[in-house]
């Protein structure tokens, strides 16, 4: 698989945000500004691109030969950590923001090592989940903006609508996946 399609694959058709549900719950019960977001983003890019390399060098030339391969996540939560804490404390003394996450960059990591074809891959995979989270953040705002707007509903009515909207923009992407076959091999 070319990367651009293993990028296209987990942004757009199987978002990990979407598909996985990684990150979701916080999104709708936080409120996170836009210069915030960013700064997180940037912050969370670096780690989990710095811990799938990383990780993955190990995996390849220290676990495998080994036979420890199936410690790896555990590799991974190690090196996590250690880059998280590296990070914070640059944003902490640059931004003067806090942005510490956990579990939707360690997540997009272990999909990423599963997943991913080679370190090419693992690094686009990462980058792919990371970005389909962070691009559905704005769209889940106004959305329930919209939501709040019209309907004057209460916090529980929002995140149902909200849920639902995710549902309807899933089945939509994955009808646009299945078109999309369909059309390329004529069936």
Do not use: H
Request: proline content about 3%; glycine content about 6%; hydrophobic content about 60%.
């Amino acid at each position: 698989m070319r990367l651009v399609d293993v990028l296209l694959f987990y942004m757009i058709f199987s978002s990990a945000a979407l598909i996985y549900g990684v990150g979701i719950i916080p999104v709708l019960e936080t409120g996170i500004s836009f210069g915030n977001l960013f700064v997180r983003a940037l912050k969370m890019y670096c780690v989990v691109v710095a811990t799938v390399v990383l990780t993955f060098l190990m995996k390849r030339f220290l676990l495998a030969p080994l036979r420890l391969r199936d410690l790896y996540p555990l590799v991974a939560l190690l090196i996590f950590v250690a880059f998280a804490v590296f990070f914070e404390i640059i944003v902490q003394l640059t931004a003067r923001k806090t942005c510490a996450e956990f579990a939707l960059p360690y997540l997009a990591i272990i999909l990423a090592l599963d997943e991913g074809n080679g370190l090419g891959g693992a690094i686009m995979t990462s980058i792919a989940a990371l970005t389909s989270y962070y691009a559905l953040i704005p769209v889940l705002r106004v959305i329930g903006g919209r939501i709040a707007v019209f309907r004057n509903a209460d916090s529980y009515r929002q995140k149902i609508g909200l849920l639902l909207f995710m549902l309807v923009l899933m089945l939509a992407l994955y009808m646009l996946d299945s078109s999309w076959l369909s059309f390329v091999f004529g069936k």
